[in-house]
């Protein structure tokens, strides 16, 4: 028998952390009528009596708003309030024996961490699953590992097949919502069921006003989770793409956006005039404590982690959580991901704390991310010839990540996880010089700034990091610098990699979109 329950936006309550003279019955009501779905009343201190006396009257109110009552842990308080359901943890009592004492039609719920409590709960036959804890939290003490953004992906694939449905729980906020049902997808598309918070809400005075903010951005985000990279206008041809990359660079030229780029001490320098080059106007700050202030300036992020400290580490967790917040798109380049332990963990931090648009990298780099052994890197470089299927490689990591990737190499590979698009231009000089590969961060980055700055009709609230736009940028920055780097060598100005640097920035401060559309080899893969 299937439930109707709406589990988008699940409150669990906690009397302790009631702001001081905040009433637990009011702060309730006030949340429901701010749009909370389902309610879970945990209690781990109260005595029997009052715990009944508690669901008893919270039941009263949930009643009147008809949202489902789901108790924790104890299955005689659930009965004693004829609450719908119970939720249980994973050495509470068995789910099987729960099912037993309850109701037919009962909803049961189960906390997950990992992958074989999931494969136990569908044995088990719950109704609903709550995957935590997704971020850190204070509110309760966590003995379990936190799962990650990332991470609740691996365990809705388990779900698939199913009809159990799935809820986030631990640290979830009105700051970290959209990155949360971005992120957590599985292989096949489907996203969370809804988002379960306990501090956000009742910790706050305006409980109506926390949970209705919630619930915004949970609604919003349904209604456009339809709008995944099928958006692009397909069937996408080598010249629809190029004409957009060229409306992007003409943009790029005319509002000169803004591109704060926190890259490593090696290229910070060539990375800033590249930037310049195309028009661009680079900001290079590091510092954790400027990040809000620079994210009200519209433009792009552009992370690169080839010479990290964790002083740095914590100014990019900062900035692209600032990022994310103001839809402003952010780009990764994972330099030289596979060459220690500490670069791996970093890498992983980032991505399990915002959402990237795009990440860019090497064979190595990008095997080293995605967790496969089949290309091995030396340092900052990849060894061997890559991937033998790059086409399927860059479509599945786009679909894990949920970002446009970008695959460098002879061949450039570019995927939203849709579509694959493999870029033909560039020249062997670049493989000489240091910092080719960041130099195409930036200008990537500065397409994803110029891309902003076009105006759009419609209001997508994943606009930010929403892959369908960054597609044409990732494109684009690659394109154009590839492309000065053949007018470049082919200007007679180079005598070597010393004088190909500085003839590569001219190429491309000089570069028209003539040159572009001439030398502009943009392939769609079938
Ligand atoms: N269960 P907040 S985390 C009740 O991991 C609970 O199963 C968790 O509180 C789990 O929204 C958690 O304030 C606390 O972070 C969530
Ligand atoms: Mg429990």
Same mark, same amino acid.
């Given at each position: 028998?299937?439930?109707?329950?709406?589990?988008?936006?699940?409150?669990?309550?906690?009397?302790?952390?009631?702001?001081?003279?905040?009433?637990?019955?009011?702060?309730?009501?006030?949340?429901?009528?701010?749009?909370?779905?389902?309610?879970?009343?945990?209690?781990?201190?109260?005595?029997?009596?009052?715990?009944?006396?508690?669901?008893?009257?919270?039941?009263?109110?949930?009643?009147?708003?008809?949202?489902?009552?789901?108790?924790?842990?104890?299955?005689?308080?659930?009965?004693?309030?004829?609450?719908?359901?119970?939720?249980?943890?994973?050495?509470?009592?068995?789910?099987?024996?729960?099912?037993?004492?309850?109701?037919?039609?009962?909803?049961?719920?189960?906390?997950?961490?990992?992958?074989?409590?999931?494969?136990?709960?569908?044995?088990?036959?719950?109704?609903?699953?709550?995957?935590?804890?997704?971020?850190?939290?204070?509110?309760?003490?966590?003995?379990?590992?936190?799962?990650?953004?990332?991470?609740?992906?691996?365990?809705?694939?388990?779900?698939?097949?199913?009809?159990?449905?799935?809820?986030?729980?631990?640290?979830?906020?009105?700051?970290?919502?959209?990155?949360?049902?971005?992120?957590?997808?599985?292989?096949?598309?489907?996203?969370?069921?809804?988002?379960?918070?306990?501090?956000?809400?009742?910790?706050?005075?305006?409980?109506?006003?926390?949970?209705?903010?919630?619930?915004?951005?949970?609604?919003?985000?349904?209604?456009?989770?339809?709008?995944?990279?099928?958006?692009?206008?397909?069937?996408?041809?080598?010249?629809?793409?190029?004409?957009?990359?060229?409306?992007?660079?003409?943009?790029?030229?005319?509002?000169?956006?803004?591109?704060?780029?926190?890259?490593?001490?090696?290229?910070?320098?060539?990375?800033?005039?590249?930037?310049?080059?195309?028009?661009?106007?680079?900001?290079?700050?590091?510092?954790?404590?400027?990040?809000?202030?620079?994210?009200?300036?519209?433009?792009?992020?552009?992370?690169?982690?080839?010479?990290?400290?964790?002083?740095?580490?914590?100014?990019?967790?900062?900035?692209?959580?600032?990022?994310?917040?103001?839809?402003?798109?952010?780009?990764?380049?994972?330099?030289?991901?596979?060459?220690?332990?500490?670069?791996?963990?970093?890498?992983?931090?980032?991505?399990?704390?915002?959402?990237?648009?795009?990440?860019?990298?090497?064979?190595?780099?990008?095997?080293?991310?995605?967790?496969?052994?089949?290309?091995?890197?030396?340092?900052? $470089?990849?060894?061997?010839?890559?991937?033998?299927?790059?086409?399927?490689?860059?479509?599945?990591?786009?679909?894990?990540?949920?970002?446009?990737?970008?695959?460098?190499?002879?061949?450039?590979?570019?995927?939203?996880?849709?579509?694959?698009?493999?870029?033909?231009?560039?020249?062997?000089?670049?493989?000489?010089?240091?910092?080719?590969?960041?130099?195409?961060?930036?200008?990537?980055?500065?397409?994803?700034?110029?891309?902003?700055?076009?105006?759009? $009709?419609?209001?997508?609230?994943?606009?930010?990091?929403?892959?369908?736009?960054?597609?044409?940028?990732?494109?684009?920055?690659?394109?154009?610098?590839?492309?000065?780097?053949?007018?470049?060598?082919?200007?007679?100005?180079?005598?070597?990699?010393?004088?190909?640097?500085?003839?590569?920035?001219?190429?491309?401060?000089?570069?028209?979109?003539?040159?572009?559309?001439?030398?502009?080899?943009?392939?769609?893969?079938?």
């Amino acid at each position: 028998m299937s439930k109707k329950v709406d589990y988008s936006l699940y409150l669990v309550t906690c009397r302790e952390l009631l702001p001081p003279d905040k009433d637990y019955y009011e702060s309730l009501e006030e949340s429901l009528q701010g749009g909370v779905t389902i309610v879970q009343i945990r209690e781990k201190t109260a005595e029997t009596r009052e715990f009944v006396e508690i669901a008893a009257k919270s039941k009263v109110i949930c009643d009147k708003y008809n949202v489902p009552l789901i108790i924790n842990d104890r299955i005689d308080v659930a009965l004693a309030v004829h609450a719908s359901g119970v939720h249980v943890g994973q050495t509470d009592m068995p789910v099987d024996v729960v099912k037993r004492l309850l109701p037919v039609g009962s909803i049961v719920g189960v906390s997950c961490n990992n992958l074989d409590h999931v494969k136990t709960a569908i044995d088990d036959g719950v109704d609903y699953i709550g995957i935590g804890s997704v971020w850190a939290t204070k509110t309760k003490s966590l003995t379990s590992p936190l799962v990650g953004v990332r991470g609740v992906g691996v365990l809705l694939d388990a779900l698939e097949g199913t009809e159990i449905k799935a809820v986030a729980i631990g640290g979830i906020k009105s700051t970290n919502i959209l990155r949360t049902l971005y992120g957590a997808v599985s292989q096949s598309g489907h996203t969370l069921d809804g988002v379960a918070v306990v501090s956000d809400i009742v910790s706050s005075n305006d409980p109506q006003n926390a949970a209705a903010n919630l619930s915004g951005i949970i609604h919003k985000f349904k209604a456009q989770e339809h709008l995944g990279p099928a958006m692009i206008g397909t069937p996408l041809t080598g010249k629809g793409v190029l004409r957009q990359a060229l409306q992007i660079f003409d943009a790029i030229k005319t509002t000169s956006p803004l591109v704060h780029q926190i890259t490593n001490t090696v290229v910070s320098t060539q990375s800033a005039n590249i930037t310049l080059a195309l028009g661009a106007s680079p900001i290079m700050a590091t510092s954790a404590k400027e990040m809000q202030d620079l994210s009200k300036i519209p433009g792009a992020l552009l992370v690169n982690i080839g010479t990290l400290v964790d002083d740095t580490k914590e100014g990019m967790l900062a900035s692209g959580l600032y990022a994310n917040l103001a839809r402003k798109p952010v780009v990764l380049d994972p330099v030289g991901v596979g060459a220690s332990q500490y670069r791996k963990d970093a890498i992983k931090e980032l991505l399990d704390t915002w959402q990237v648009s795009i990440i860019k990298g090497n064979a190595g780099e990008l095997a080293a991310l995605s967790g496969t052994s089949e290309v091995e890197s030396k340092g900052v $470089d990849s060894v061997g010839d890559g991937f033998k299927d790059p086409i399927s490689f860059v479509k599945n990591l786009a679909r894990k990540e949920r970002c446009v990737v970008a695959l460098t190499g002879k061949v450039d590979y570019v995927s939203d996880g849709n579509s694959v698009i493999a870029l033909h231009n560039g020249h062997e000089m670049l493989g000489r010089i240091t910092g080719s590969g960041c130099m195409v961060g930036s200008c990537i980055a500065s397409f994803c700034a110029g891309q902003t700055s076009l105006p759009h $009709d419609d209001e997508i609230i994943t606009r930010g990091f929403a892959n369908q736009y960054m597609l044409y940028a990732a494109v684009g920055g690659i394109t154009v610098f590839n492309v000065a780097a053949e007018v470049a060598v082919a200007s007679g100005n180079v005598r070597g990699t010393g004088t190909f640097l500085p003839a590569l920035i001219d190429a491309l401060y000089h570069l028209s979109l003539d040159e572009i559309v001439l030398n502009a080899d943009i392939r769609i893969c079938t």
